[in-house]
């Protein structure tokens, strides 16, 4: 398999288990369920376990630059779809800025493995 495509691979895992962890932190409610608290740690522990795998290949700027801006954008929509939370136009605008550094960092910088 292409290392660089393992790499990607591992770092769209470690978005899921981020997004997926701190969903389950909204859902413990200040760690006073035990199961969402529970999911929570080992949602964590994977996402830094598929992160650390991404680092193999993928710089760590260009990596962690992908994953907080892409994990804080699918955070936002789960809390808008799951937890009914609102987001204004700056959100919005904020977050499609984000979501542009992402791609100039994947198209158009040197840093990024391809």
């Known amino acids: 398999m292409n290392p660089s495509l393992a790499a990607y691979g591992f770092l769209a895992l470690a978005i899921v288990t981020e997004v997926t ?4 932190l909204q859902k413990s409610q200040q760690f006073s369920k ?14 830094f376990f598929f992160l650390s795998q991404a ?16 994990g804080i954008v699918l955070t936002a929509i789960v809390g808008v ?10 959100a919005l605008f904020g977050m499609s800025l984000i979501v542009l550094g992402a791609v ?10 391809h």
């Open 21 to 24: 962890g701190s969903s389950l």
């Open 34 to 47: 035990a199961l969402p608290t529970l999911g929570m740690i080992v949602c964590f522990v994977a996402a």
């Open 55 to 70: 680092l193999t290949v993928i710089p760590l700027a260009i990596a962690y630059a992908i994953w907080s801006g892409v």
């Open 81 to 90: 779809l799951v937890f009914r939370q609102a987001l204004d136009t700056w």
């Open 104 to 113: 100039v960092l994947n198209t158009m910088s040197r840093s990024a493995v």
